[in-house]
C-alpha cells in the first residue's frame, strides 16, 4: 500500500513498509509508513519540512496519522536519549526518581532551554514510572538497535567524536 500523495502533505522521502518495522506492532501495525516531505501547514512563500507517520485503518488513511517539524522529530529523540539516560541510574532512588529534585536535565536549545524532567504532578507517578521502567527495560533491544544506528549515522555525518 502506498503512501498517499495526493493529500495536504507532499511526500518527498518515503518509507512505505514502516508496518515492517514499527517496533513490537511490527507487521501487524496501522503505522503503514513514515515521510519526509513539505508540510500540509505551509502558507504561500513559506515552505517547512515536516515528518509524518501514516496510519491506515484497514479502510482509510486515518485521521491519527501525525505530522510534525523536523525539530520535533529531533526534540522527541532528545528527550527519548534523556529519558533512557535517567533510567540507567534510576535504580538508585526509591521510587525510580530524587523526589526532592525531579528534574532530569536542561537541555540547551536556541538561547533557552527545554526542561527535563519526573512529571510529579501526576497522581499516580509512583505506580506509572514503575510500569514506564519495565516497559523500557523489555524494549532495550528495540531501543538499543536504533540508538546506535542513529549514533553511527550521525558520526558519518560528522556530529559525533572520533
Not at 27 to 37: E, I, P, Q, T, V
Not at 118 to 123: D, L, S
Not at 142 to 148: A, G, V
Request: glycine fraction near 8%; aromatic fraction near 6%.
Amino acid at each position: 500500500m502506498n503512501i498517499p500523495t495526493t493529500l495536504k502533505h507532499k511526500p518527498v522521502i518515503t518509507v512505505e513498509n514502516y508496518e515492517n518495522v514499527d517496533g513490537r506492532q511490527a507487521y501487524n501495525s496501522d503505522a503503514k509508513g513514515l515521510s519526509l516531505g513539505l508540510a500540509q501547514w505551509n502558507d504561500r512563500g513559506k515552505v517547512e519540512i515536516s515528518a509524518k507517520v501514516w496510519r491506515y485503518t484497514g479502510e482509510k488513511w486515518s485521521r491519527q496519522s501525525e505530522e510534525m517539524p523536523l525539530h520535533r522529530v529531533l526534540d522527541l529523540a532528545i528527550l527519548v536519549c534523556k529519558g533512557k539516560q535517567h533510567f540507567q541510574e534510576a535504580y538508585r532512588h526509591p521510587k525510580l526518581y530524587d523526589e526532592k529534585n525531579p528534574r532530569i536535565d536542561r537541555v540547551g536549545l536556541q538561547g533557552d532551554a527545554m526542561t527535563v524532567e519526573i512529571c510529579t504532578g501526576n497522581p499516580r507517578i509512583d505506580e506509572d514510572i514503575q510500569l514506564f521502567s519495565q516497559a523500557l527495560g523489555r524494549d532495550d533491544e528495540l531501543l538499543s538497535e536504533r540508538l546506535h544506528l542513529l549514533a553511527d549515522l550521525l558520526r558519518d555525518m560528522g556530529y559525533g567524536r572520533g
